[in-house]
Nanobody
Framework: QVQLVESGGGLVQPGGSLRLSCRAS????????MTWYRQAPGKQRELVAA???????NYADSVKGRFTISGDFAKNTIDLQMNSLKPEDTAVYYC??????????WGQGIQVTVSS
């Protein structure tokens, strides 16, 4: 089992920045990818950014150039630096870890609200 805990969410004005962190614990040795997803009210959950143990990253088109995912798998943490935030970035953000088992592991989610 893998446990994931997110931190760093909150309320920020448009154009501002936030940094989310996700820490994994438990049976973490086989984790090969960690991902941030988000879900806005009335919408489906969507991938925001992902990073593998090899350092490969990918981003949703809507956040490219504004968000940066980084990871320290030795410390079992990943971060999501979010800059130039927009109201449409408002959502619950979820950390996900994949180690080949089904289903994947999910954190409890953390609220990010972008509003003036």
């Amino acid at each position: 089992q893998v446990q994931l805990v997110e931190s760093g969410g909150g309320l920020v004005q448009p154009g501002g920045s936030l940094r989310l962190s996700c820490r994994a614990s438990g049976s973490i040795s086989k984790i090969y990818r960690m991902t941030w997803y988000r879900q806005a009210p009335g919408k489906q959950r969507e991938l925001v950014a992902a990073i593998t143990t090899g350092g490969s990253t990918n981003y949703a088109d809507s956040v490219k150039g504004r968000f940066t995912i980084s990871g320290d798998f030795a410390k079992n943490t990943i971060d999501l630096q979010m800059n130039s935030l927009k109201p449409e970035d408002t959502a619950v953000y979820y950390c996900n870890a994949a180690d080949g088992t089904i289903p994947d592991y999910w954190g409890q989610g953390i609220q990010v609200t972008v509003s003036s």
